[in-house]
């Protein structure tokens, strides 16, 4: 029995997530695609009577979801029974929209047979058994975070939606088709030319590279966390000072309890999620002087970077930074 176990316990987090992004979101999209072209082409038939057309696009379009139904609940298998850091790629997979938050309706049509339902109740004990890890080296030398793939995909198919819909109608001699592919085409250049710029942010011992500000090295960072905002749409973003004169080592160490700050700030966004937009539109005179005055005895730059589109998380984000920080503090007592 320990034997077997040991078999299955011997396939990373990063390798399942590949075949889950490929079988559950690539094939997925793959079929979205067919399906609307073959709707389109069931329209253009003329011996295809409307009623007909109506079901044909109905069970066309359900083919993808259909697939996924069943092809999840192979792949929760696979994979559970396999990964030892279950929870982490329980984590990665709601992320990266490979699973869905559990008794939601995407998740309520997963079709299991008994024996698969029997199995998974079995292979949910390995989630209540801690995983096994070390944050401090699961991640390389070198992080790269780049676009949401996810998005990327999602991106791609209204693009080809948008061109096939444009080429039909101008198939049927009507100038809204033009339209469109135009729509099609400038919506495909956008995503494209997104997922081509490569990483947007980068993280090493040295310092935080990010696409929009370029490099800067950890000792002239000041208060880097991640900030999260409540409200009726959550947005995320990294947030630094960066400073002309190098930053002392005691007060790097502190920086880690700005992620305690920010955790309250995002419970108190959550119990109001209306307060932050009250009170933007009030002005205490007091407390501008202080700012002012602030800025004055401490310069620097504020930084800000949006990562709701990016290939990552807040908590995740979070992590890298203390992980990524401590190396350096780390490289700094070595070199001594």
């Known amino acids: ?17 590949k075949r889950g992004e490929q079988f559950l979101i690539a094939v ?8 609307i072209i073959g709707v389109i082409y069931i329209w253009n038939m003329d011996s295809v009577d409307t009623p007909t057309a109506i079901v044909g696009s109905i069970l066309l379009l ?17 994979a559970f029974a396999r990964v030892r850091n279950v929870n982490e790629l329980k984590k990665e997979a709601l992320k990266e929209v490979i699973l869905f938050k559990e008794g939601g309706w995407i998740e309520r049509i997963e079709f299991r047979t008994p024996y698969q339902r029997e199995i998974l109740q079995e292979l949910e004990g390995r989630l209540k058994r801690a995983d096994d890890i070390d944050y401090s080296d699961i991640y390389p030398t070198s992080l790269g975070i780049r676009f949401s793939r996810t998005k990327f995909g999602i991106g791609l198919i209204f693009t080809a939606f948008f061109c096939i819909l444009g080429l039909w ?3 049927e001699q009507n ?34 590279f990010s696409a929009i500000y370029g ?3 950890w000792n002239r960072i000041k208060d880097a966390h991640v900030m999260t905002l409540g409200g009726t749409s959550e947005t995320s973003s990294l947030e630094y000072k960066r400073v002309d004169q190098d930053v002392a080592i005691e007060e790097l160490k502190s920086d880690v309890s700005m992620d305690d700050v920010n955790k309250m700030l995002e419970e108190w966004n959550e119990a109001n999620p209306e307060g932050l937009e009250e009170m933007s539109g009030e002005e205490d005179p007091d407390e501008t002087e202080d700012t ?17 589109e990016l290939n990552i ?24």
């Open 215 to 217: 490099f800067v090295p």
């Open 62 to 78: 359900l083919v993808p979801l259909l697939y996924r139904s069943v092809a999840v609940t192979h792949w929760r298998i696979w």
């Open 28 to 35: 997925p999209m793959y079929l979205a695609l067919l399906c």
């Open 313 to 336: 998380d807040a908590s995740e984000l979070r992590k890298i930074i203390k992980v990524y920080r401590n190396r350096y503090l780390q490289s700094l007592t070595k070199d001594r």
């Open 169 to 171: 109608l101008l198939y």
């Open 292 to 308: 002012d005055f602030e800025s004055e005895e401490d310069e620097g730059y504020n930084e800000s970077i949006n990562i709701d």
């Open 1 to 17: 029995m320990s034997n077997e176990k040991m078999k299955k316990d011997n396939v990373s987090v990063e390798k399942a997530m």
């Open 175 to 208: 100038l809204w088709g033009c339209a469109s592919v135009c729509i099609g085409l400038i919506f495909g250049w956008e995503e494209i030319r997104k997922h081509r710029k490569g990483d947007q942010l980068r993280f090493d011992n040295k310092g935080i």
